[in-house]
């Protein structure tokens, strides 16, 4: 394969991705469910792997900043490696969730291959503290991480970046969506 046809092949796994893909309903069914947080004073948890937990701290903003539901995510350093040195990493989502998170939170969990183990343990313990898992993944139908979640988002690719991406324009779609608009002054 050539460089064109690389970029050709890559565009269209895009378009599969975002045009032919129909999350239509689950992104207003997410709105709901933020609005609903929202409503009851609750808040936002969002975590993840690697670029999935930048995404996590910026959708966290914006959900704080542009769309007035208060939101968190667990990507310091220190609280990172304690909770794992302490409960193993398998399980270092599990115990933040379980020492920040209240019933009627909601849970965001990304991970690309749905099959990160911190991230299916912390839906698990989300779920068993009576707050709502939102999953977003890729790679596999039946990952193990999606079928923790009420709502879920699943990118039908093996490409990590294709996945990423996704997961962070449907995000941000459902930011602007609860906002309104897609321009707007920071």
Known sequence: MNDKEFIEDYIDRYKKSLI????????????????????RNNKVIIAGNGGSAAMASHVCVDFTKQGGIRSVNFNEADLITCFANDYGYEHWVAKAIEFYGNKGDLAILISSSGNSKNMINGAQTANNLGIDVVTFTGFNIDNPLKKEGKINFWVDTKAYNIAENTHQIWLLMVCDLIIGKAEYSA
Do not use: R
């Open 20 to 39: 032919q893909t129909d999350i239509s309903n689950e992104i207003i069914e997410l709105k709901q469910l933020l609005l609903d947080v929202k409503q």
